[in-house]
């Protein structure tokens, strides 16, 4: 005689759910996605427990009781009458992401895909004194040779990547570092006047341009790759020779360099401030 086991709807959906592959949810993961919230919240400006249950849409008994498991893990501080703040525990997390995370890992298979995109060789650098230093390299498809090297360390002004890691530090630095480089001794066809106009241009739109100033025949466009603390840390760029890089072409690129520059800002930490939820603190 066989006997067949009473199923409920809800376990036979479950089993169909199972058999198809869908992830069923962890225990406690409402509650632990929850806290994620409220700590966005309290990082966007949310730091009463009114404002908390307001932004959150949940009652103020809830989010007391996630706010206060948080701040007992350190998560979140509480300081009466200023209330909730970050934790000393994200700090400590922090600076160990920081310290585990590698700029040309992180960047690296950003700029493969803008090579592959673009055809053309694509550098990664960052700040290296008064020189801009050379971290990874993707060469294009194209049978164009730069002469450029991983560990190589290049002019600031007359490179592309160059200019894009100093684009925030401003005019008396900038001629600064024009100057720098004309005691130097190498030759360089754009006065300092002009310069100054092209980086005044250039950290206005967020981008630079090495038009052929660096080398022969050879042009580029460069964005600055920014982190957490919004600052410049890094730039890539596209090179190419100038048959391949006319001015239409450049504007085209503008926005694809600029693209994937943001991209590999967002995996540095980076937040665009206009993406920045703003909250209004409630006491």
């Given at each position: 005689?066989?006997v067949?086991s009473?199923r409920?709807?809800?376990?036979?959906e479950?089993?169909?759910?199972?058999?198809r592959?869908?992830?069923?949810?962890l225990?406690g993961?409402?509650?632990?996605?929850?806290?994620?919230y409220v700590?966005?919240?309290?990082?966007?400006?949310?730091?009463?427990?009114?404002?908390?249950?307001?932004v959150l849409?949940m009652?103020?008994?809830?989010?007391?009781?996630?706010?206060s498991t948080?701040?007992?893990?350190?998560y979140l501080?509480?300081?009466?009458?200023?209330?909730?703040?970050?934790?000393p525990k994200l700090?400590?997390?922090g600076?160990?992401?920081?310290?585990?995370?590698?700029?040309p890992?992180?960047?690296?298979d950003?700029i493969?895909s803008?090579?592959?995109?673009t055809?053309?060789t694509?550098?990664l650098?960052?700040?290296?004194?008064?020189?801009?230093l050379?971290?990874d390299k993707?060469?294009?498809?194209?049978?164009?040779?730069?002469?450029?090297?991983i560990?190589?360390?290049?002019?600031?002004r007359?490179?592309?990547?160059g200019k894009?890691?100093?684009?925030?530090?401003?005019?008396t630095?900038?001629?600064?570092?024009?100057e720098?480089?004309n005691?130097d001794?190498?030759?360089?066809?754009?006065?300092?006047?002009?310069?100054?106009?092209?980086?005044?241009?250039?950290?206005a739109a967020?981008?630079?341009l090495d038009?052929?100033?660096n080398e022969?025949?050879?042009?580029?466009?460069a964005a600055?790759?920014?982190?957490?603390?919004?600052?410049?840390?890094?730039?890539i760029?596209?090179?190419?020779?100038?048959?391949?890089?006319d001015?239409t072409?450049m504007k085209?690129?503008?926005?694809?360099?600029?693209?994937?520059?943001?991209?590999?800002?967002r995996?540095?930490?980076?937040?665009?401030?206009?993406?920045?939820?703003?909250?209004?603190?409630g006491?």
């Amino acid at each position: 005689m066989t006997v067949k086991s009473k199923r409920s709807p809800k376990a036979a959906e479950d089993g169909k759910g199972a058999a198809r592959g869908r992830p069923r949810p962890l225990p406690g993961s409402q509650t632990l996605v929850r806290g994620l919230y409220v700590l966005d919240a309290v990082a966007s400006g949310a730091t009463s427990l009114m404002a908390l249950a307001e932004v959150l849409k949940m009652n103020r008994s809830t989010t007391y009781r996630l706010a206060s498991t948080l701040v007992e893990h350190r998560y979140l501080s509480f300081t009466p009458r200023v209330g909730y703040a970050l934790g000393p525990k994200l700090l400590e997390l922090g600076y160990l992401a920081r310290d585990l995370m590698s700029f040309p890992r992180v960047a690296r298979d950003h700029i493969e895909s803008l090579a592959a995109a673009t055809g053309d060789t694509v550098h990664l650098g960052i700040l290296d004194g008064t020189r801009a230093l050379y971290l990874d390299k993707v060469p294009g498809s194209r049978r164009v040779e730069i002469r450029s090297h991983i560990g190589d360390r290049h002019p600031l002004r007359s490179t592309g990547l160059g200019k894009a890691l100093i684009l925030d530090m401003g005019e008396t630095r900038w001629r600064e570092l024009y100057e720098s480089e004309n005691r130097d001794g190498k030759h360089y066809g754009v006065s300092l006047t002009a310069w100054l106009k092209r980086m005044r241009e250039y950290s206005a739109a967020g981008y630079a341009l090495d038009l052929e100033e660096n080398e022969d025949r050879i042009r580029c466009v460069a964005a600055p790759v920014r982190d957490a603390t919004q600052a410049i840390v890094g730039a890539i760029s596209v090179s190419s020779a100038a048959q391949y890089m006319d001015d239409t072409r450049m504007k085209v690129l503008v926005d694809e360099v600029s693209v994937t520059a943001r991209a590999i800002s967002r995996d540095m930490g980076w937040q665009d401030k206009k993406d920045r939820p703003r909250v209004a603190t409630g006491r």
